[in-house]
């Protein structure tokens, strides 16, 4: 078991391409029937924004465990630290979200990710990078 989270807060779908200690491509779907817009009185438009961070953290472990001896996996946790996000536009119900993570510093214990979001494989969504310590 590679993401400790399961449905529905299980964010991204498939990932599509790695290279480990370097890079991740994953891919989330963004579909109708997804709790944030049933749960919503207002109906939302628009996917979440902490949503996105938290699809970019996922993609983050993704990485981070691909990446490191299977004897580390078991015990670690990963603790998210900083977050810096920039937005560029919204992402609606039927697009697809790219999650393009790339390993700026990955340590043992600690590093930081550079994530880009694109949607339908060429709108940019948003920039994100996240520092994690891992304990």
């Known amino acids: 078991m590679i ?5 529905p807060f299980l964010l991204i779908d498939h990932v599509e391409s790695y ?4 890079s991740l491509v994953a891919i989330k779907n ?3 029937n997804e709790w944030p817009f049933s749960q919503s009185p207002d109906r939302l438009e628009h996917y979440p924004e902490t949503l996105l961070i ?7 472990l993704v ?5 490191k001896n299977c004897s580390i996996i078991k015990e670690s946790k990963f ?12 992402i609606a119900v039927g697009q697809q979200l790219r999650i393009n993570a790339i390993a700026s510093k990955m ?10 979001l694109l949607a339908d494989l060429s709108q940019d ?3 994100i990078q996240i520092f994690y310590k891992v304990i």
């Open 30 to 32: 963004i579909t109708a």
């Open 3 to 7: 993401l400790p989270q399961a449905y």
């Open 19 to 22: 290279q480990p200690g370097e």
């Open 107 to 116: 340590l043992d214990d600690f590093g930081y990710m550079n994530m880009n």
């Open 125 to 127: 969504v948003a920039e």
């Open 63 to 67: 990485l981070y465990r691909i990446s």
């Open 54 to 60: 938290e699809a970019a953290a996922q993609a983050a």
């Open 79 to 90: 603790v998210l630290g900083q977050i810096k996000a920039e937005f560029h536009q919204p």
